[in-house]
């Protein structure tokens, strides 16, 4: 994997040229305020604090929400269920000033996400990376994955379907181990992650002091680390294998940087790599008086250089009023390797409430060579030189009105596969949770269904959230004891897990 060399913090950024330079801004937690994100974003650009931006990217809990009915998915207390931004830009009321890429959280709509689940455009400039994915931009090669981490899902298939629970609208956002492996199953190297939530360790890798005294006012952060229960228990593995460059995550509303070595290769005079963690806040104006929940870069996609623009300082903009500069939308663009790992997984996709026992087939050459000729005779895909550009045919119409699966068919189409979510989604709810029909929380640790109900289940309400103890031998010979509830700080609970933050 090539590193990026480290600028020193004077050396200024030459001449912008947009044949060779690429400037992303990363955000934390969106929380659906898009009006305000593109606002900052103009106003840096216009003002010449920073390049132009080419590509916005959302860590999570972007709420693309489009319909009151999406709203009443969305896992969170009725004070926080707003519609926000997103909804004009579906309607094409708004168009997004600038190409943005998201992934999923965990206070999302997951009727909206599963119709995208292998990725998709959500409104006009709008793409959603899917429950896992990697496409390219100007050649940089961007993967990720959405949602968070709880282990009595995690072995799971994908069982939520329309209509949710309040249990499923919950675990439709809990990571899955298919998606990690399909990660996993990468051989091309990846040159930035995102995730949702953060890998678990990654703290000893940073300044953890500064971000406790500044962050954690209870001390369950400090518990969590401690136990090794903060962020996703996988994650890190998945870093060690895929080696990033960078790895950008949002969830716990902080700004927090960490630099992660690995082994070093074989290769002479190569010092070990590293991969630099960024954890960004959620869209607040006028945090500590900068732009804590945004970092902007600029790559040269030719030698790799890299300048990261410091925003210290830049105040918020929550106030400004301006039109957005024109410019020409930068492309997304397919990556062979990772539609060739979908094609010869297709039929595996874990879909039910059983845990997954299967593993993630590597594509080979020729898997990956009938995905380029597949690219090379659609009509609808751009070719410019080697890549392959995602066509933006979103439009507000019928055609892509919530329960229809366009894109999403069009991608099987493509790769010559069938919708095996499709179908599982028109047999229904009974038959994806293996014929339990399932009207309440009921998974142990192991991740199977308890026979007399609840093991481990999270409950949310208005008021807070129950946690139900799940440390006594489950029997199938006699009833159960009543389960004690615990409190979130028994729990080992972070409340930004299941509220939004607004006393931040």
Request: aromatic share 8%; hydrophobic share 35%.
């Amino acid at each position: 994997m090539s590193q990026l060399p480290t600028p020193a913090p004077s050396e200024a950024l030459p001449q912008y040229d947009p044949a060779r330079h690429l400037t992303i801004a990363v955000e934390g937690c969106a929380h659906g305020d898009l009006d305000r994100i593109y606002e900052a974003i103009e106003h840096l650009g216009r003002t010449k604090k920073t390049p132009p931006v080419d590509l916005l990217i959302c860590c999570g809990d972007f709420q693309a929400i489009r319909t009151e009915a999406e709203l009443n998915e969305l896992a969170a207390p009725m004070k926080h269920r707003h519609m926000k931004d997103f909804h004009r830009y579906w309607t094409g009321e708004k168009v997004a000033p600038v190409t943005t890429l998201f992934v999923g959280g965990n206070h999302e709509a997951p009727s909206h996400l599963r119709e995208l689940y292998y990725g998709g455009w959500a409104a006009k400039g709008i793409y959603y990376l899917g429950h896992s994915g990697v496409i390219r931009c100007k050649g940089v090669r961007i993967g990720g994955f959405s949602g968070i981490y709880k282990p009595y899902h995690y072995g799971l298939g994908h069982y939520e379907v329309s209509p949710y629970t309040e249990d499923t609208k919950r675990s439709a956002y809990h990571v899955r181990k298919y998606e990690m492996d399909k990660l996993a199953a990468l051989v091309d190297p990846l040159r930035i992650v995102v995730s949702h939530d953060w890998p678990t360790g990654i703290t000893d890798y940073g300044d953890t002091e500064t971000l406790l005294r500044v962050k954690d006012r209870t001390g369950t952060m400090r518990q969590e680390i401690s136990r090794g229960e903060l962020g996703n228990a996988h994650s890190m593995e998945l870093m060690r294998r895929l080696r990033p460059d960078y790895w950008f995550s949002g969830h716990m509303h902080a700004k927090y940087t960490a630099l992660v070595p690995h082994e070093s290769t074989q290769e002479p005079h190569q010092s070990p790599a590293l991969t630099r963690f960024i954890a960004l806040d959620k869209c607040v104006p006028r945090r500590q008086g900068s732009l804590g929940y945004m970092h902007i870069m600029t790559i040269d996609v030719k030698t790799g250089q890299l300048w990261a623009h410091s925003l210290e300082g830049k105040g918020g903009v929550d106030e400004l009023e301006m039109d957005p500069p024109k410019r020409q939308r930068v492309p997304l663009q397919f990556d062979p390797e990772w539609l060739a790992l979908l094609a010869v997984n297709n039929d595996t996709i874990p879909h039910t409430r059983d845990h997954w026992a299967g593993s993630v087939k590597r594509p080979t050459e020729e898997d990956i060579d009938r995905v380029r000729t597949a690219l090379e005779a659609n009509d609808d895909v751009i070719k410019a030189g080697t890549e392959y550009e995602i066509p933006d045919s979103f439009v507000s119409s019928e055609a892509d009105k919530p329960g229809v699966h366009r894109q999403r068919q069009w991608l099987m189409d493509l790769l010559g596969t069938e919708d095996v979510l499709g179908v599982a989604e028109a047999a229904g709810p009974a038959a994806a949770s293996g014929g339990f029909e399932i009207t309440g929380g009921a998974l142990g640790m192991d991740g199977r269904l308890s026979a007399h109900g609840l093991e481990t289940s999270e409950m949310c309400t208005d008021s807070g959230v129950v946690f139900f103890d799940d440390s006594a031998p489950t029997s199938t010979d006699s009833q159960p004891e009543p389960k004690r509830a615990r409190t979130k700080e028994e729990a080992g609970v972070n409340e930004e897990d299941i509220d939004l933050g607004d006393l931040d």
